[in-house]
Nanobody
Framework: QVQVAESGGGLVQPGGSLRLSCAAS????????MNWYRQAPGKEREWVAG????????TYADSVKGRFTISRDNVKNTVYLQMNSLNAEDTAVYYC?????????WGQGTRVTVSS
């Protein structure tokens, strides 16, 4: 049974930091590229960051480049998103995605609210 579970969301003040985690099971985690997406209220879901199966390559949306860092632990079957210098525009539900060829697995999301 495939499970993808995000955690670590919450309320943070502007300029603050959060680290999201995504624990996966039920598939060969180390064979899948992993991504973080987000969906802000009233907006479409957008891709935020991605990391290859080995962890050797990471890519970021321009809106988060330099502030967010994606990483993974293929022993713990977990992918992380370290988010720094958060601002109100980062408020969204953040989703973890596992991707390999035509297969996609999604988590249920974790809410991040940036507000003073």
């Amino acid at each position: 049974q495939v499970q993808v579970a995000e955690s670590g969301g919450g309320l943070v003040q502007p300029g603050g930091s959060l680290r999201l985690s995504c624990a996966a099971s039920g598939f060969t985690f180390s064979s899948y590229a992993m991504n973080w997406y987000r969906q802000a209220p009233g907006k479409e879901r957008e891709w935020v960051a991605g990391i290859t199966s080995s962890g050797g390559t990471t890519t970021y949306a321009d809106s988060v480049k330099g502030r967010f860092t994606i990483s993974r632990d293929n022993v713990k079957n977990t992918v992380y998103l370290q988010m720094n210098s958060l601002n109100a525009e980062d408020t969204a539900v953040y989703y973890c995605n596992a991707w390999r060829l035509h297969v996609n697995y999604w988590g249920q999301g974790t809410r991040v609210t940036v507000s003073s």
